[in-house]
């Protein structure tokens, strides 16, 4: 772990630590360092070294430094000692840094050879062999993050690690090679243990060694497709990645080979109808609400994955309206992408659901009452259409043309039983780390079918003020995987919450993708199964007293309830998009009156702060 504390205008590591996954309590690879060089040093002497930072974009920002500022050239082929590349996207994602360092010494062993001499005795004799194995010394950076998206204090409970990460005066001085105190240490361990542990779990024990989740997700989803499983038994003449690929392409072809007349990939085509999820708040005012629910849909992306029709095959593409298709193509194709031109205007006590970004003409966070009498050009899966049509007046001026795809439920029937079977039994034996694995993997898998085949990527250099920046190079692209499964995906995830929300319409005031937030009793929501646990069916999350709600991802709920069940302390929850975790505890302490304690680590601004006692109604 690298830490960057800012000393008036220059920033820089004030400690590092490393530890060793096979065994993080290994006190010979548990070393901490009072400045960076020493981790620097340390990796260095190993031929091959996987080394994870826990948000590498901010740890990586401080390596990039170390190496440019100490005589290290960029090179995509480390073709040379003192040379390192990088893995980071135009979109600003950092996924790996590779490091050659000075390469190591040569190793040279003595060997005995023993000779029958023509007397016939045996002659023993020694000589000098060099070491045949590679002495160049590279370690690559990777990000822990990428691998377990929690935040570092969330790991413990989500994989039952028997520690909790530390805290410390993080306003405190600290200067340069400064001797560090028993609590630092201690903090740092744990900041080091924590992941180590969890990735431990996921690399070593489970296999995950991809380098993120939703990565090894689809390797573990090829390898369960059955037409893969039935092939190995027989197939002995291709390698098994190699097989299974070529079984993923015969269910899912790669799209970025078939063409429109304008020159537009199927891919790009489909692309265009991708979107995420519906986070909506319904009123365009700060509303205070007394008494309130919250229910979530258990595995939203994973039910519908397991419950509606996807597509799959090659696509046939056609012109004008899907509805003119030939009845027989229709039944072979019965899940289709449209291309329209279009105005709509929302109907009455309807709730909006559609967006539209990068034409300029409309707020792009904005979900639209209206076109604003403007024509307007979308891309719509089937289920997206339909559910336009049903919330507004929705007038299609010109078909143009579209996709159509053969579908079909349960193509990722046996994935989903297999890792929700691991969720379930994991959960009921209390292995949490497994827990959160299985529950990972059924959440990734969608997502990488949407991956962009496009790559830019960023390459850094150290500026005429001697720092850290980029430009941006064009990256060699990669074959598409499927993107109409992530579409579809997505489409029939909003279509369950944005239909579930509409049936509640007076009494909703709130969704964000998988959960909505309404004001009434449980027994009064209509067409919204309950179970704990069932795909598709929604769970009893929460139940508030009272709560704000601002706008999207900006409110509280003081939470009375779990599960139906009243709690020994309530809490509020706050949600703030953009604030961080010290912000919202402070208003929530100065809610409650609190009185700071000699103990509290709080600054002059953070006691002031604290002196002014506030309600619900002082969040907007």
């Not at 009072?34 to 740890?59: A, I, R, T, V, W």
């Not at 969720?423 to 962009?452: D, H, P, Q, V």
Request: include cysteine; charge should be negative; aromatic fraction near 14%.
């Amino acid at each position: 772990t690298l830490t960057g504390k800012d000393v008036i205008d220059e920033t820089y590591v004030w400690a590092s630590g490393v530890c060793s996954i096979d065994n993080p309590y290994d006190e010979n690879y548990l070393k901490i360092w009072n400045n960076d060089e020493g981790l620097y040093n340390f990796l260095s002497q190993f031929p091959l070294c996987e080394c994870f930072f826990h948000n590498l974009k901010f740890d990586g920002h401080f390596i990039v430094y170390y190496l440019e500022s100490h005589g290290f050239i960029y090179d995509d082929d480390l073709s040379r000692e003192k040379s390192y590349r990088t893995l980071i996207t135009n979109d600003g994602q950092w996924y790996m840094i590779t490091v050659r360092w000075m390469d190591l010494p040569e190793k040279q062993y003595t060997k005995t050879r023993k000779r029958k001499m023509k007397d016939g005795s045996i002659k023993e004799y020694q000589y000098q062999e060099k070491s045949r194995h590679s002495r160049k010394a590279i370690t690559e950076f990777k990000d822990s993050l990428k691998k377990i998206p929690l935040p570092l204090r969330d790991i413990p409970k989500a994989y039952g690690i028997p520690m909790n990460k530390l805290s410390i005066d993080y306003t405190k001085y600290r200067p340069r090679n400064g001797e560090l105190t028993d609590e630092e240490i201690a903090y740092l361990k744990a900041d080091l243990q924590i992941p180590a542990l969890a990735l431990q779990n996921d690399i070593i024990k489970e296999g995950r060694d991809k380098l993120t989740a939703s990565a090894d997700a689809m390797d573990d989803f090829k390898s369960r497709n059955p037409l893969f499983i039935a092939k190995t038994k027989y197939n002995h003449a291709i390698g098994l990645n190699k097989l299974k690929d070529e079984c993923f392409r015969s269910l899912f072809p790669c799209l970025d080979e078939f063409y429109l007349d304008n020159q537009m990939s199927y891919d790009t085509f489909a692309r265009k109808s991708y979107k995420g999820g519906w986070t909506y708040y319904k009123y365009d005012e700060v509303r205070t609400i007394d008494d309130g629910l919250v229910f979530d849909v258990n595995s939203l992306y994973p039910s519908v994955m397991y419950e509606c029709p996807l597509p799959y095959g090659k696509p046939y593409y056609y012109k004008g309206c899907y509805d003119d298709l030939d009845s027989i193509i229709k039944n072979d194709y019965p899940l289709y992408i449209c291309h329209v031109v279009c105005q709509f205007m929302i109907k009455e006590d309807h709730l909006p659901c559609i967006q539209i970004k990068g034409t300029g003409r409309f707020t792009e966070t904005e979900y639209l009452k209206g076109s604003q009498g403007q024509d307007v050009e979308l891309y719509l899966t089937s289920v997206d259409l339909k559910l336009f049509q049903d919330q507004y007046n929705f007038v299609v001026l010109e078909w143009i043309d579209g996709l159509a795809f053969k579908g079909k439920i349960g193509i990722f029937k046996e994935y989903i039983d297999y890792w929700s079977k691991i969720k379930i039994e994991a959960g009921k034996s209390g292995n949490k780390a497994l827990r959160s694995l299985a529950k990972r993997m059924l959440n990734s898998l969608y997502g990488k079918f949407g991956t962009n085949p496009e790559s830019k990527m960023k390459h850094p250099y150290l500026d005429d003020n001697n720092v850290v920046s980029f430009f941006v190079e064009q990256g060699d692209n990669r074959e598409s995987y499927y993107t109409p499964v992530a579409s579809f995906t997505t489409a029939w995830a909003r279509n369950k919450t944005i239909r579930s929300a509409q049936c509640n319409y007076d009494r909703f005031y709130y969704a964000d993708t998988d959960s909505i937030h309404c004001n009434c009793k449980p027994e009064d929501l209509v067409d919204v199964p309950v179970h704990p646990t069932d795909f598709c069916k929604w769970k009893l999350e929460s139940c508030w007293d009272e709560a704000i709600f601002s706008r999207q991802k900006t409110y509280i709920e003081h939470v009375t309830h779990e599960n139906l069940k009243p709690i020994d302390k309530p809490y509020y929850n706050i949600k703030c998009a953009g604030m961080s975790k010290k912000p919202k505890k402070l208003f929530e302490l100065s809610m409650m009156g609190y009185v700071p304690q000699p103990e509290d680590n709080f600054t002059e601004e953070d006691l002031e702060f604290l002196k002014t006692k506030r309600t619900i109604e002082d969040f907007k």
